[in-house]
C-alpha cells in the first residue's frame, strides 16, 4: 500500500519516510533492551510530522519531562488520526490515555490489553502495561498480559524475561527462573532474564550461583577478599561511577545507591559508607530528584533524616503528602500505606524507633507496599529496617515470632540467622548459640571471611 510501511512486529504504520521507520524500531529496541537512546523516538516526528505512532510514542517519551512538547505531539497525532492505520489507532488509544490527568490505571490496563488482544507481537505495549502494573502492584495482571501475548511470541528477544519477572513477583520461583533461562538462551543480552535470574538465586539464597552468573555475565566484575570491600567495589566502580557518563539517568543511579546504603546502615555498617552517605545525601537534598518515583522518594527520606538534613527531610514528607491529598479517592486509599511507610523511614532516619514502629505497626510486611513501585527485592530492605526497629525497642519476642516463620522461606540468608541470633541473646535463650553458629556456617560457605555484626 502506497504510504504505508511495517514496523518490527509487522504491523502496518502510516508514513513514507524509511528514516521514520527506522526511528521508531531503534526506540522499541532502546525500551527492551533498557537502553540509553531511547530518545531516539524523538527522531520520527522529524522525519515524518504526520506520523501518528512516531508522534503519540514520542508524547509518551516527554510526557515526565517535558509536558509542553509532549501535548504538542499528542495534537499532532490527533490531527492526523483518521488517516492512520488501526495498529496506530490502538496505540493512539491506549498511550494517550495513559499519560492522561488523572487516568484510572485500571481502565489505562484495559486499554492495553485490548491492543494486545488485537496486536500480540507488540512487545513495547506489553512493556509499558507492565511498567504501569509494577507500579499498581499488580504483578498478577502482568503476568496475564504476557501470557496473553506468549503463543505469539515463542522465540522472541525479551518476552522470556517480561514473563520472569512477574512469575518472581508472585513467588513462583521455579517458573521464574526456568522462563528467565529461556529468554537469556534466546539473547545473552536479554538483561532482563538475567535480572530475573539472580533475583531467583538471590531469594533461594543460592549466592555462590548468582555470584558466578554474574561475574559470566560481566567481565568487570573483579575479585577480591572481603564482602564489605566487594560491596564497596561495586557500588563505587558500578553504581556511583555511572555519574561520570553523558547519558547518565541521575535519579536512577541514586535509586541504586540509596537502597545498598540502607541496607548498610541496618547492618551497622554506617562507618564504612558514612562518606558515601553524605555525598548522596548533599546530591539527594535537590529537589530537582524528588516527586519523580515513591521509591525514590522513600529511599531519600531516612538517608536526609541520618545526615542530619532534617528541615529537607519534613518538606519532602509534606510534600508526599500534599500529592496524596491531591489524588483520586481510590489512588488515595492505594498509596496509605506507601504514605504510613514514608512517615515511619523519616522517623527512623532521626533516631526515633518508637514512633517509627507505631507507624508501621506490629504486623508489617513490605509486600504490601508494592504501589511505591519496588520489586519484592527491593522492599526486602523495608523488612530490614522494621526487624531494627523491633530490636532497637526491646521488642525481641516479636523478632522471634516473625522471623521463626519468615526464615523459613529463606534459611540461607545468613543476616536474617544474625537478627534471630540477636533476638534471642535479647531474651536470655539458649538458641542463642546455635543460631549463631548457624549464621557463621552460612557465612563461611558464601564468603572469605564472617560479615561484621
Same mark, same amino acid.
Given at each position: 500500500?502506497?504510504?504505508?510501511?511495517? #514496523?518490527?512486529?509487522?504491523y502496518?504504520?502510516?508514513?513514507?519516510?524509511?528514516?521514520?521507520?527506522?526511528?521508531?524500531?531503534?526506540y522499541?529496541?532502546?525500551?527492551?533492551?533498557?537502553?540509553?537512546?531511547?530518545?531516539? =523516538?524523538?527522531?520520527?516526528?522529524?522525519h515524518?510530522?504526520?506520523?501518528?505512532?512516531?508522534? =503519540?510514542?514520542?508524547?509518551?517519551? &516527554?510526557?515526565?519531562?517535558?509536558?509542553?512538547?509532549?501535548?504538542?505531539?499528542?495534537?499532532?497525532?490527533?490531527?492526523?488520526?483518521?488517516?492512520?492505520?488501526?495498529y496506530?489507532?490502538?496505540?493512539?488509544?491506549?498511550?494517550?490515555?495513559?499519560?492522561?490527568?488523572?487516568?484510572?490505571?485500571? %481502565?489505562? %490496563?484495559e486499554?492495553?490489553?485490548?491492543?494486545?488482544?488485537?496486536?500480540?507481537?507488540?512487545?513495547?505495549?506489553?512493556? !509499558?502495561?507492565?511498567?504501569?502494573?509494577?507500579?499498581?502492584?499488580?504483578? #498478577?495482571?502482568s503476568?496475564?498480559l504476557?501470557?496473553?501475548v506468549?503463543p505469539?511470541?515463542?522465540? $522472541?528477544?525479551?518476552?522470556?524475561?517480561?514473563l520472569?519477572?512477574?512469575?518472581?513477583?508472585?513467588?513462583?520461583?521455579?517458573?521464574?527462573?526456568?522462563?528467565?533461562?529461556?529468554?537469556?538462551?534466546?539473547?545473552k543480552?536479554d538483561?532482563?532474564?538475567?535480572?530475573?535470574?539472580?533475583?531467583?538465586?538471590?531469594?533461594?539464597? !543460592?549466592?555462590?550461583?548468582?555470584?558466578q552468573?554474574m561475574?559470566?555475565?560481566?567481565?568487570?566484575?573483579?575479585?577480591?577478599?572481603?564482602?564489605?570491600?566487594?560491596?564497596?567495589?561495586?557500588?563505587?566502580?558500578?553504581?556511583?561511577?555511572?555519574? $561520570?557518563?553523558t547519558?547518565?539517568?541521575?535519579?536512577e543511579?541514586?535509586?541504586?545507591?540509596?537502597g545498598? &546504603?540502607?541496607?548498610?546502615?541496618?547492618?551497622?555498617?554506617v562507618?564504612?559508607?558514612?562518606?558515601?552517605?553524605?555525598?548522596?545525601?548533599?546530591?539527594?537534598?535537590?529537589?530537582?530528584?524528588?516527586?519523580?518515583?515513591?521509591h525514590?522518594?522513600?529511599?531519600?527520606?531516612?538517608?536526609?533524616? =541520618?545526615?542530619? $538534613?532534617?528541615?529537607?527531610?519534613?518538606?519532602?514528607?509534606?510534600? &508526599?503528602?500534599?500529592?496524596?491529598?491531591?489524588?483520586?479517592?481510590?489512588?488515595?486509599?492505594?498509596?496509605q500505606?506507601?504514605?504510613q511507610?514514608?512517615e515511619?523511614?523519616?522517623e527512623?532516619?532521626?533516631?526515633?524507633?518508637?514512633?517509627? &514502629?507505631?507507624?508501621?505497626?506490629?504486623?508489617?510486611?513490605?509486600?504490601?507496599?508494592?504501589?511505591?513501585?519496588?520489586?519484592?527485592?527491593?522492599?526486602?530492605?523495608?523488612?530490614?529496617?522494621?526487624?531494627?526497629?523491633?530490636?532497637?525497642?526491646?521488642?525481641?519476642?516479636?523478632? =522471634?515470632?516473625?522471623?521463626?516463620?519468615?526464615?523459613?522461606?529463606?534459611?540461607g540468608?545468613?543476616?536474617?540467622w544474625?537478627?534471630?541470633? !540477636?533476638?534471642?541473646?535479647?531474651?536470655?535463650?539458649?538458641?542463642?548459640a546455635?543460631?549463631?553458629?548457624?549464621?557463621r556456617?552460612?557465612?563461611?560457605?558464601?564468603f572469605?571471611?564472617?560479615?561484621?555484626?
Amino acid at each position: 500500500m502506497e504510504g504505508v510501511k511495517s #514496523d518490527r512486529w509487522g504491523y502496518q504504520v502510516k508514513t513514507s519516510s524509511d528514516s521514520c521507520i527506522s526511528a521508531i524500531n531503534a526506540y522499541y529496541h532502546q525500551v527492551l533492551s533498557y537502553g540509553r537512546e531511547r530518545r531516539v =523516538i524523538l527522531e520520527a516526528p522529524k522525519h515524518d510530522k504526520d506520523c501518528v505512532l512516531g508522534n =503519540i510514542l514520542a508524547a509518551h517519551f &516527554l510526557s515526565s519531562s517535558d509536558a509542553s512538547t509532549a501535548d504538542f505531539l499528542i495534537q499532532a497525532a490527533k490531527s492526523r488520526l483518521e488517516e492512520a492505520t488501526s495498529y496506530e489507532k490502538a496505540v493512539f488509544e491506549s498511550v494517550s490515555y495513559l499519560i492522561s490527568q488523572d487516568r484510572d490505571d485500571d %481502565v489505562a %490496563v484495559e486499554l492495553h490489553s485490548k491492543l494486545l488482544k488485537k496486536f500480540p507481537k507488540d512487545l513495547v505495549s506489553l512493556k !509499558r502495561a507492565q511498567v504501569l502494573c509494577f507500579y499498581m502492584g499488580r504483578p #498478577d495482571l502482568s503476568l496475564d498480559l504476557v501470557q496473553q501475548v506468549l503463543p505469539y511470541n515463542q522465540q $522472541e528477544d525479551y518476552v522470556y524475561g517480561m514473563l520472569a519477572f512477574p512469575l518472581l513477583e508472585l513467588g513462583q520461583m521455579a517458573d521464574a527462573e526456568e522462563a528467565a533461562k529461556k529468554g537469556f538462551e534466546i539473547n545473552k543480552r536479554d538483561f532482563w532474564s538475567q535480572h530475573a535470574l539472580c533475583h531467583v538465586l538471590q531469594y533461594e539464597c !543460592r549466592f555462590k550461583e548468582a555470584v558466578q552468573f554474574m561475574e559470566e555475565c560481566s567481565s568487570t566484575w573483579g575479585s577480591c577478599h572481603s564482602p564489605i570491600r566487594k560491596v564497596l567495589e561495586v557500588y563505587d566502580n558500578h553504581i556511583w561511577k555511572e555519574l $561520570e557518563k553523558t547519558d547518565a539517568v541521575y535519579p536512577e543511579v541514586y535509586l541504586n545507591a540509596l537502597g545498598l &546504603l540502607l541496607r548498610f546502615y541496618v547492618r551497622g555498617e554506617v562507618d564504612v559508607f558514612e562518606d558515601r552517605l553524605k555525598i548522596i545525601a548533599d546530591c539527594v537534598k535537590d529537589q530537582a530528584n524528588w516527586y519523580l518515583e515513591w521509591h525514590l522518594d522513600l529511599l531519600i527520606l531516612p538517608t536526609l533524616a =541520618i545526615t542530619g $538534613e532534617l528541615s529537607k527531610a519534613e518538606e519532602l514528607l509534606e510534600g &508526599l503528602k500534599s500529592r496524596l491529598s491531591k489524588m483520586t479517592k481510590k489512588k488515595q486509599q492505594l498509596m496509605q500505606t506507601g504514605i504510613q511507610l514514608a512517615e515511619s523511614l523519616y522517623e527512623y532516619g532521626r533516631g526515633n524507633d518508637k514512633k517509627a &514502629l507505631e507507624l508501621l505497626g506490629p504486623n508489617f510486611d513490605a509486600n504490601a507496599c508494592k504501589m511505591i513501585g519496588a520489586s519484592d527485592e527491593q522492599l526486602d530492605v523495608f523488612n530490614e529496617v522494621w526487624y531494627s526497629m523491633l530490636l532497637n525497642t526491646g521488642q525481641a519476642a516479636k523478632v =522471634i515470632e516473625v522471623l521463626e516463620k519468615r526464615i523459613k522461606k529463606r534459611e540461607g540468608n545468613p543476616f536474617m540467622w544474625r537478627l534471630l541470633e !540477636r533476638a534471642y541473646s535479647m531474651a536470655e535463650k539458649q538458641e542463642a548459640a546455635t543460631v549463631g553458629e548457624k549464621a557463621r556456617a552460612l557465612e563461611a560457605a558464601y564468603f572469605e571471611q564472617p560479615v561484621a555484626t
